[in-house]
């Protein structure tokens, strides 16, 4: 057997343990089945993410927290972003909405307020980060003549009169992430470890008043490790192979996008690079190349001579 044959055969094997971007799509009869796995494959599918290896901390022979910030305007990075403006099925959601959805169906509870995962945070709180409520002048108008009844709750405002703002997968224009890299000398490798990611967006309520802000907000961190079942069942779009798509969960721990490093860990409160560099982009983005190459070289180093 000549090597293209070996290289195929190990291609549709591989492609076998992954799910189809369509679940069901080539034996469905009727269109309502598509996406729908049947009870054979349900039985059968015991695909689970890739476990973390256990790191003592002994092993551990050197380590750097960094922040990073994923562009989503960046092509490299369009998998996260899209879709965004109409439902395209299950199997083909947004990143933010899978963490959207996942928290409010509480299979995501591990949310925090901070990238440092020291506050948590309630559906209730972030829900008050995902909407906003307004009313209109003709509302206001309505209130204005018998103020006492609606002060008291002998009438409410009709529905018509509300107009009800929401976070929505197109404002998303960047996720921050933080993660550990790490040198195993156990496994003589330098490697990294995700922790938490999150929105970036505008602030709804300053939003609902000048759609055009440029005001963004941390939406919320979660912490990565444990939402790592949730990522890795929602499918990103493979531009190259749509039959087998990447799950999120790979797709991120495997670094398949670009990221600006905005900060080190460092003993001034961990201040971000724009704190000691003000005023120059550019001297901004040459720093945070010069940390991420400060990150590659030091395995290089453990192996000269």
């Known amino acids: 057997m000549n090597w293209k044959k070996i290289i195929v055969v190990a291609l549709v094997s591989l492609s076998s343990t992954f799910t189809f971007a369509q679940s069901n799509l080539l034996n469905a009869k009727t269109a309502d089945q598509i996406g729908k796995k049947t009870e054979a494959e349900l039985q059968a599918d015991n695909d689970k993410p890739l476990p973390y290896g256990y790191v003592m901390d002994r092993d551990v022979m050197w380590g750097r927290k960094v922040w990073e910030i994923i562009d989503l305007d960046e092509r490299v990075n369009f998998p996260l972003y899209y879709p965004v403006e109409k439902d395209l099925g299950p199997d083909r959601k947004p990143l933010y909405t899978v963490l959207k959805d996942a928290m409010e169906k509480g ?15 309630t559906q209730k709180e972030i829900d008050g980060r995902l909407y906003a409520i307004d009313t209109t002048d003709a509302a206001i108008d309505l209130m204005n003549e018998d103020y006492e009844a ?5 009438k409410t405002i009709p529905e018509e009169y509300i ?8 404002m998303v224009t960047a996720f921050k992430i933080v993660g550990l890299w790490y040198f195993d000398k156990r496994q003589g490798e330098l490697k990294y470890r995700m922790l ?5 967006v505008p602030d709804i309520h300053v939003y609902k008043q000048d759609p055009e802000t440029d005001e963004m907000i941390e939406l919320f961190w979660v912490y990565f490790p444990a939402a790592r079942d949730v990522l890795h069942d929602a499918k990103a779009f493979n531009n190259k192979n749509s039959a087998i ?3 999120f969960d790979h797709l991120l721990n495997a670094r398949r996008f670009n990221a ?7 003993v001034y409160a961990d201040r971000e690079i724009k704190d000691y560099i003000r005023d120059n982009a550019q001297m901004q983005l040459l720093e945070a190349d010069r940390v991420k190459e400060k990150i590659r070289d030091f395995e290089q180093d453990m192996w000269s001579y």
Not at 107 to 120: G, L, N, P
Not at 163 to 170: F, L, R
Not at 196 to 200: K, S
């Open 150 to 154: 609606y002060k008291s709750g002998a």
């Open 260 to 266: 600006l490093i905005y900060v080190e860990e460092n």
């Open 196 to 200: 938490g990611i999150c929105p970036v």
């Open 163 to 170: 107009v009800k703002y929401e976070v929505t997968p197109d």
């Open 107 to 121: 299979e995501i509870t591990e949310v925090y307020a901070d990238s440092y995962f020291t506050t948590k945070i």
């Open 245 to 247: 798509p990447f799950s």
